[in-house]
């Protein structure tokens, strides 16, 4: 099945999902990459002022609740935060070969109920799988006590390019001299902008509060029992799960299926302006006249064949 165009309206609240290769635990929680990968989200959000609402870090995928301007920010940013926190944790992990199994899944979240529905699901990470018995003691990166208690989201974006440059310029090389700390500001859910922080908070409390008694429940009836921070700490972050999650993305997140028929309505008007473009641009790459739908992604050129192919 072909992924979708990477349509954005604007003023669109997205739930982005990267998932690790084969699911291999190479996000397993540690301090140390929990201090890099908020480092390299801070410096993202830096750069390019990326609204952030939610995260979390599992051991082998993370999901982000943004609100992009366009499709190029939340491009440019997500290529950034998945490129770094790849590289590293593979580092960490000593892991040699490809770290994403694709390319980010981003889905449209369309009103205020989704967008709270998609907030408590990223909070209920940890627990709702059995790892830990409540979602506040997840080990890994995340942004419960942010929300919860006012927690700051602080970490160390490390420059590798002028460290490698020092490297081999032979001078003596001090990992702090190329460090910088940066911090990951959340911004509230449009429908609690009204709300004082202190609000906010014992709302997430609240709701963390539920979920914890919700997950209890389940445990009971299922008979399980959380495996702990413990021995999640000492999984081996190259094993493979036996089911991996193959579930199939929704297309968007909506309360209201009359904004979900009209979002892919708008969508598919979308689809048929790029493909226009597209053949248009392919038919007349030495002259582009067609004008791609705004917050478009053109097509590749086409090859440019050799005028002798001999060699």
């Keep these: 099945m072909p992924r979708p165009l990477r349509f954005i309206p604007s003023n669109v609240i997205v739930e982005v999902t990267t998932r690790t290769l084969q699911g291999r635990l190479l ?173 906010r908070q014992a709302k997430y409390r609240r709701l963390i509060k539920e979920i914890q008694t919700e997950t209890m429940g389940t445990n009971k009836e299922n008979g399980r029992t959380p495996m702990g921070v413990a021995k999640v700490l000492d999984q081996d972050p190259h094993q493979r799960p036996a089911s991996p999650d193959r579930s199939t993305a929704p297309f968007v997140h909506s309360k209201d299926r009359s904004s979900a028929i009209a979002f892919r309505s708008m969508y598919n008007a979308f689809v048929t302006d790029h493909c226009h473009a597209t053949a248009h641009l392919r038919k007349n790459a030495h002259r582009i006249t067609k004008v791609f739908p705004e917050g478009a992604f053109p097509a590749a050129l086409p090859f440019v064949q050799l005028a002798d192919a001999s060699l």
């Design 27 to 199: 996000l397993k929680p540690s301090p140390q990459l929990n201090d890099l990968i908020l480092g390299v989200v801070g410096r993202a959000q830096d750069m390019y002022g990326m609204v952030i609402h939610a995260f979390v870090f599992m051991s082998n995928h993370c999901h982000f609740l943004l609100a992009p301007s366009d499709a190029k920010q939340l491009a440019k940013f997500m290529q950034f935060v998945n490129s770094n926190v790849a590289r590293e944790a593979a580092r960490l992990h000593d892991w040699p070969e490809k770290f994403w199994s694709r390319r980010y899944r981003a889905i449209p979240v369309l009103d205020d109920d989704s967008a709270f529905a998609r907030i408590r699901y990223l909070l209920s990470h940890g627990a709702k799988e059995g790892l830990v018995a409540n979602s506040s003691a997840w080990p890994g990166a995340n942004c419960v006590g942010a929300l919860a208690c006012g927690k700051l989201l602080r970490g160390t974006w490390i420059r590798r390019t002028e460290e490698f440059n020092a490297r081999a310029r032979g001078k003596k090389v001090r990992p702090v001299d190329f460090q910088t700390i940066h911090d990951v500001q959340l911004s509230p859910l449009p429908a609690l902008l009204d709300r004082t922080p202190d609000q």
